[in-house]
């Protein structure tokens, strides 16, 4: 059996993230596993709360920073304690409902060619989401922030549907080249050489910047055999100050990755 770890950054929204951890533990039978959790300073005390919780499974470890320093760097909290040969990144608001980390790991490992990979996620009211995607461009990521173009104007609407690969079918397994930050699969040997993520992303498109770093090692896969359940809070579009934020993060893709 693959050697695996996985990674939960949290912040705030204790509830949430104790049903999380106790679905990947109740789901994940390996005894190599570990699962640490990073409490990125909550102020709404999230992390005591978790630190005081008893799990009753020695194989989670709660970790508290002191200071919010984003998303990619609460991740990059646990690179130099990973010993796994396959390390999950995954979103304080998934729930698993079958021991989908071991079948992905002995995936990734079986086939030389990959290095990432993530799951068909879909909506707790069973609606599939649409997460794989292309490459991010300007146009593109310009067009989502204007739902009614993206949905209902034809020439911007299969852009957008190209763009997130409606055009191919996504029932089988298919390469990608942008895996979700709510889900990831890295061998932990590629994810280690890359450095982690880009810390210049506070929060958003850091997922983006991550998987073209992996792509320099390997190929990264959609497997939709594998599903797990994703609320997808989608804060930007209710939280202006989440949205300026997204938008600072995709210029600095842009910046870094090409127009």
Same mark, same amino acid.
């Given at each position: 059996?693959?050697?695996?770890?996985?990674?939960?950054?949290?912040?705030?929204? *204790?509830?949430?993230?104790?049903?999380?951890?106790?679905?990947?533990?109740?789901?994940?039978?390996?005894?190599?596993?570990?699962? *640490?959790? %990073?409490?990125?300073?909550?102020?709404?005390?999230?992390?005591?709360?978790?630190?005081?919780?008893?799990?009753?499974?020695?194989?989670?470890?709660?970790?508290?920073?002191? %200071?919010?320093?984003?998303?990619?760097?609460?991740?990059? @909290?646990?690179?130099?304690?990973? /010993?796994?040969?396959?390390?999950?990144?995954?979103?304080?608001?998934?729930?698993?409902? /079958?021991?989908?980390?071991?079948?992905?790991?002995?995936?990734?490992?079986? =086939?030389?060619?990959?290095?990432?990979?993530?799951?068909?996620?879909?909506?707790?009211?069973?609606?599939?989401?649409?997460?794989?995607?292309?490459?991010?461009?300007?146009?593109?990521?310009?067009?989502?922030?204007?739902?009614?173009?993206?949905?209902?104007?034809?020439?911007?609407?299969?852009?957008?549907? =190209? *763009?997130?690969?409606?055009?191919?079918?996504?029932?089988?397994?298919?390469?990608?080249?942008?895996? @979700?930050?709510?889900?990831?699969?890295?061998? @932990?040997?590629?994810?280690?050489?890359?450095?982690?993520? /880009?810390?210049?992303?506070?929060? *958003?498109?850091?997922?983006?910047?991550? @998987?073209?770093? %992996?792509?320099?090692?390997?190929?990264?896969?959609?497997?939709?055999?594998?599903?797990?359940? =994703?609320?997808? =809070?989608?804060?930007?579009?209710? /939280?202006?100050?989440?949205?300026?934020?997204?938008?600072?993060?995709?210029?600095?893709?842009?910046?870094?990755?090409?127009?």
């Amino acid at each position: 059996m693959a050697r695996i770890s996985a990674c939960i950054v949290a912040y705030c929204d *204790y509830d949430e993230v104790c049903a999380a951890v106790r679905s990947i533990l109740s789901h994940t039978p390996e005894v190599d596993f570990r699962l *640490y959790v %990073v409490d990125n300073a909550s102020p709404d005390g999230c992390g005591e709360k978790l630190a005081a919780t008893e799990f009753g499974d020695d194989r989670v470890e709660i970790i508290r920073a002191q %200071v919010n320093e984003g998303f990619g760097s609460g991740h990059n @909290t646990v690179l130099d304690r990973l /010993d796994s040969e396959v390390h999950f990144i995954l979103n304080p608001d998934v729930v698993l409902q /079958d021991d989908i980390l071991s079948g992905m790991a002995d995936w990734l490992l079986a =086939h030389p060619d990959a290095v990432m990979a993530t799951p068909q996620l879909y909506f707790p009211d069973g609606r599939i989401q649409n997460l794989p995607r292309r490459k991010p461009n300007i146009f593109c990521m310009a067009v989502r922030q204007v739902s009614f173009l993206s949905e209902k104007v034809g020439f911007f609407r299969r852009m957008n549907e =190209h *763009y997130i690969m409606l055009d191919e079918d996504l029932s089988q397994v298919q390469s990608i080249e942008f895996c @979700t930050g709510s889900f990831m699969a890295v061998r @932990t040997d590629v994810f280690k050489k890359v450095g982690g993520f /880009d810390t210049d992303y506070f929060m *958003y498109v850091e997922d983006a910047d991550l @998987t073209q770093r %992996v792509l320099r090692c390997g190929k990264v896969y959609l497997l939709p055999q594998f599903t797990a359940i =994703h609320a997808w =809070h989608r804060d930007p579009t209710r /939280d202006r100050r989440k949205f300026w934020m997204q938008v600072k993060s995709m210029l600095l893709f842009l910046k870094k990755w090409g127009f």
